[in-house]
């Protein structure tokens, strides 16, 4: 699976969208990507995944580059509840048979 | 959403005993269940895949005899810290796979005393 790089932290202001990105510059063809986030002290939760096109759902947007080297997660109100630990994933395998391998992350912290 | 749950949510042990936790996926079946440990302002790291009716596969690293991984139903697969230490106090979470999404547990903290 490819490797994937995210800013380690981020500020967003309670209300205002946050926009999380991922660099994937070694994503190939048949590599989906997936997100999830981290609550302090809870399980990942799953948030939304996508191939090429741009994704859409109750949580959040998924906004894939054309040449798919990058993406965008995107919280388009964010609340204090959304503060987390937010984990951009790569991998080939959509069926979910094989486990997930987490990166570092983005440190996201909602601000009143 | 599927639901997965772990029990305990917490525990404390004695330094030299052993301690299980238990994943269970409560409104479907998983033939499979992954295992992760999480260190303090860490990423989560793959230790097992669980697999029901077999063997357990292990990532390089981690001692299949002190973390026991058993299997026995289609909702429940157990982990088991044998000879607990201090160094093995750690977030414990599992998870299942329901259609072709991760659903996690809420995870076990561990501490050994």
């Known amino acids: 699976d490819a490797k994937t790089t995210q800013p380690p932290s981020m500020d967003c202001a309670e209300g205002r969208a946050a926009n999380l990105p991922c660099n994937h510059s070694t994503i190939s063809g048949n590599e989906y990507v997936y997100w999830y986030r981290q609550i302090h002290s809870q399980g990942p939760q799953y948030i939304i995944h996508?191939?090429?096109n741009n994704e859409t759902n109750e949580m959040a947007s998924l906004i894939i580059t054309e040449d798919r080297k990058s993406s965008t997660l995107i919280l388009p109100h964010a609340t204090l509840r959304d503060t987390a630990v937010y984990y951009c994933i790569v991998r080939v395998d959509s069926a979910g048979n094989t486990p997930l391998v987490f990166g570092k992350g983005t440190r996201l912290s909602v601000i009143a | 959403g599927a639901v997965v749950s772990q029990h305990p949510s917490r525990v404390i042990c004695k330094s030299g005993t052993s301690v299980k936790i238990e994943c269970r996926s409560l409104d479907f079946q998983a033939t499979t269940m992954f295992w992760y440990r999480q260190f303090p302002k860490q990423s989560l790291m793959l230790m097992a895949t669980?697999?029901?009716?077999?063997?357990?596969?292990?990532e390089q690293g981690v001692e299949k005899d002190k973390f026991l991984i058993n299997h026995a139903s289609l909702t429940l697969s157990t982990l088991t810290v044998t000879s607990a230490h201090p160094e093995d106090s750690s977030f414990y979470i599992c998870?299942?796979?329901?259609?072709?999404?991760?659903?996690f547990g809420q995870g076990t903290r561990l501490t050994v005393v």
């Open positions: 996508g191939l090429k």
């Open positions: 669980s697999n029901e009716g077999s063997k357990a596969t292990y």
């Open positions: 998870s299942a796979k329901w259609r072709t999404e991760a659903f």
